[in-house]
T-cell receptor, first 112, second 115 residues
Framework: GQSLEQPSEVTAVEGAIVQINCTYQTSGFYGLSWYQQHDGGAPTFLSY????GLEETGRFSSFLSRSDSYGYLLLQELQMKDSASYFC?????????????FGAGTRLAVHP | ETGVTQSPTHLIKTRGQQVTLRCSSQSGHNTVSWYQQALGQGPQFIFQ???????GRGNFPPRFSGLQFPNYSSELNVNALELDDSALYLC??????????????FGEGSRLTVL
């Protein structure tokens, strides 16, 4: 089967750095994506890692270790608008076709 | 460039009824995926359509069915509604190559309440 684990909630203050971890189990692994979803909104794509290492996009960075089946999303210089749910998602060919499977999400609360 | 649009945005049904949800994919995208998102949970993969053919299905019963049309728009049909079907239904499109980057473009969703 497939499974993803990420913390349910994280709290931080403005200006701080927060790391959201994700561990996964799947066959036919291609890569790990991260999505942000504000309450009542659509999930929006943040990043994708197919290879080991760190990908940086502005204040957000994402890391993948394929050998450890582990990744994380790093958010720097936190702003109030970063309060949202963050989902890791594996792209997998399990079952014979490409699909994106999401974790349960991490709710990030940023406080002044 | 028009993004992914879904209709209706909200609807209320009773147990046993049937519902049809609609999705217009982003221009140039030929792959559509449907997800069910219960409150406080992550999106659960229902199925995926590529060029009018279902090419992947998650762990959902056959009463969940879909269609994709020649213009790549799509429908999700749910028969014999159950209370547990209450959720946000998300449509996501991508150019087929987009699946290889892990990037999907989501609509705002259709919020279904089953009473």
């Amino acid at each position: 089967g497939q499974s993803l684990e990420q913390p349910s909630e994280v709290t931080a203050v403005e200006g701080a750095i927060v790391q959201i971890n994700c561990t996964y189990q799947t066959s036919g692994f291609y890569g790990l994506s991260w999505y942000q979803q504000h309450d009542g909104g659509a999930p929006t794509f943040l990043s994708y890692n197919a290879l080991d290492g760190l990908e940086e996009t502005g204040r957000f960075s994402s890391f993948l270790s394929r050998s450890d089946s582990y990744g994380y999303l790093l958010l720097q210089e936190l702003q109030m608008k970063d309060s949202a749910s963050y989902f890791c998602a594996v792209r997998s060919s399990s079952g014979g076709y490409n699909k994106l499977i999401f974790g349960a999400g991490t709710r990030l609360a940023v406080h002044p | 460039e028009t993004g992914v649009t879904q209709s209706p945005t909200h609807l209320i049904k009773t147990r046993g009824q049937q519902v049809t949800l609609r999705c217009s994919s982003q221009s140039g995208h030929n792959t559509v995926s449907w997800y069910q998102q219960a409150l406080g949970q992550g999106p659960q993969f229902i199925f995926q359509y590529y060029r009018e053919e279902e090419n992947g299905r998650g762990n959902f019963p056959p009463r969940f069915s879909g269609l994709q049309f020649p213009n790549y728009s799509s429908e999700l049909n749910v028969n014999a509604l159950e209370l547990d079907d209450s959720a946000l239904y998300l449509c996501a499109s991508s150019p087929y190559a987009g699946v290889n980057t892990g990037e999907l473009f989501f609509g705002e969703g259709s919020r279904l309440t089953v009473l």
